[in-house]
C-alpha cells in the first residue's frame, strides 16, 4: 500500500515501464528504474526527483494515452515530486504554505518589508529617503540590515538543511552516505544539466518537437543566483577584511558580480516561465503553475530591481528602490524552504544517491513505505 494516490499511480506507471524499457537511453530515471523489482514510496519519491521533466518519454512511450494503460510518467512523477517538497518541509507546521498561491504571499513579504524599511528611514532620518549621495547604510544602518536578513538567511539554510535531511533519510533510510565520488558525479551532472536532453533531442513542448532552450534558460537562472550570491559574499569581504563599505564602482567584484547575477536572473527566469506555457499541458504543468511563477517572478523582481538600483544609486530614486530590493531578497530568502527552490536540492540528493548507485551496481537500502 502508498501513502498516496499520487504514490500509487507513479508505482503503476513504473511497473509497466519497467516491463518494456523502451524508453531506457533518455535519461537517468530508467536505469535506477529498472534496478528495482518493487516500488516503495520512498523509491518513487526518488525516481520522481532524479526525473527532470524533459517530456521525451511521454513522446516515445507507446503506452500514453489514449492507449488503455494510460502511461504518463512526466505527469505522475511531477505529483510525486511535487508532494515530496511538502512532505519534506521543515518545519512541518509550515508546510501548507506549498499548497497557497505563492505569488501573493511573496509580493506581500515583500511589499511588508519594503514598508518596514521605508518607516524607519522617515522616522530615523526623513531626507536619506530622496538623497542622491548613493549611501546605502544612511537608509538603513549596516547593523540592522545584517542582523534583519542575516537572520533570515540563517533560518532559511536551517530549514532546508533539515528538509534535505528528512528527504535523505526518505530515499534510502539514516546512516548512509553516497561517498564522495558520487557527490562529484552528481556535481557534474547537476552543473550541466544532463539530464535534460531527453536522450539528446532536448526537452519537448507541443507544438514544433525537442528543444534545448530550456537549458539555456535553466543555466541562466540557476549561475545567475549563483553569481547574485558570490555578489554578496564579495561584499562581505570587502566590508569585513578589506574595510570597503558599500557602494562600491562598476569595476569592484561585487558590481561585477552582481550586474552579471542579475542579467542571468533578468533573461532565465521569463524564458523558463515562457517556455512553461508553451509546453503540452498533459505533461502536467498547470497543477504547478503557481509555485513554479512564485519562485521565477521572485528571482526575475530580485535581479530587475537589484540592477535598477545600481543604475539609479546616486539618484533620488535611489531610497524607494533599495527598499523594494532589499524587501524583494527578504522575501526570496524567506520563501526559499517553502517553495520550488527546494527541487534543486532534492534534485542533487537524487542525482547523489544515482551516481553511488551506478557505482555500486544495485540499489541503496529502498525507501521506507508510508
Known amino acids: 500500500m502508498h501513502a498516496t494516490e499520487g504514490l500509487a499511480e507513479a508505482a503503476r506507471q513504473m511497473t509497466i515501464c519497467n516491463a518494456c524499457r523502451y524508453c531506457e537511453g533518455l535519461c537517468a530515471v530508467f536505469p535506477a528504474l529498472e534496478r528495482r523489482r518493487d516500488f516503495a514510496d520512498g523509491d518513487l519519491s526518488y525516481l520522481a526527483n532524479l526525473c527532470h521533466d524533459c517530456g521525451a518519454c511521454y513522446v516515445d512511450c507507446q503506452f500514453a494515452p489514449p492507449h488503455e ?5 512526466p505527469a505522475a512523477l511531477a505529483v510525486v515530486r511535487t508532494d515530496s517538497y511538502r512532505a519534506h518541509a521543515w518545519p512541518a507546521a509550515l508546510r501548507p504554505l506549498f499548497a497557497r498561491n ?18 524607519f528611514v522617515l522616522v530615523h532620518d526623513p531626507p536619506a529617503l530622496f538623497a542622491t549621495d548613493g549611501q546605502f547604510y544612511r537608509l538603513m544602518p549596516h547593523g540592522w540590515m545584517v542582523a534583519l536578513f542575516g537572520g533570515v538567511a540563517l533560518y532559511a539554510l536551517l530549514a532546508l538543511a533539515m528538509g534535505c535531511r528528512s528527504f ?14 558520487a557527490i562529484g558525479q552528481a556535481v557534474r551532472n547537476a552543473a550541466a544539466l544532463r539530464n535534460l536532453d531527453g536522450g539528446g533531442g532536448g526537452c519537448h513542448v507541443a507544438e514544433d518537437g525537442p528543444r534545448d532552450r530550456r537549458r539555456l534558460f535553466h ?17 562581505t569581504v570587502y ?13 569592484q ?10 542579467i542571468g536572473l533578468l533573461v532565465g527566469p521569463p524564458g523558463l516561465f515562457l517556455g512553461k506555457l508553451a509546453r503540452d499541458p498533459a505533461l502536467g504543468w498547470k497543477a504547478r503553475l503557481g509555485m513554479d511563477s512564485a519562485f521565477l517572478g521572485m528571482l526575475f523582481l530580485t535581479g530587475l530591481t537589484g540592477l535598477l538600483l545600481m543604475a539609479f544609486r546616486e ?23 517553502y517553495g520550488k527552490f527546494v527541487h534543486g536540492l532534492y534534485r542533487f540528493a537524487a542525482l547523489a544517491l544515482d551516481a553511488h548507485e551506478g557505482r555500486a551496481g544495485a540499489p541503496a537500502a529502498a525507501g521506507k513505505n508510508g
Open 102 to 119: 505563492g505569488v501573493a504571499i511573496a509580493l506581500l513579504a515583500a511589499l511588508g518589508v519594503a514598508g518596514f524599511i521605508l518607516g
Open 239 to 251: 566590508h569585513y577584511l578589506l574595510d570597503m563599505p558599500a557602494p562600491y564602482p562598476w569595476y
Open 168 to 181: 535523505w533519510r526518505g530515499i534510502c533510510g539514516p546512516g548512509r552516505s553516497p561517498g564522495w565520488r
Open 253 to 262: 567584484l561585487p558590481k561585477l558580480l552582481g550586474v552579471a547575477g542579475g
Open 219 to 235: 543555466h541562466l537562472t540557476f549561475y545567475g543566483f549563483l553569481l547574485c550570491f558570490a555578489a554578496t559574499c564579495a561584499g
Open 315 to 337: 539618484t533620488s530614486a535611489m531610497g524607494i528602490l533599495l527598499s523594494v530590493h532589499l524587501g524583494m531578497v527578504f522575501a526570496l530568502f524567506l520563501s526559499l524552504p
Open 69 to 73: 494503460f494510460a502511461v504518463n510518467l
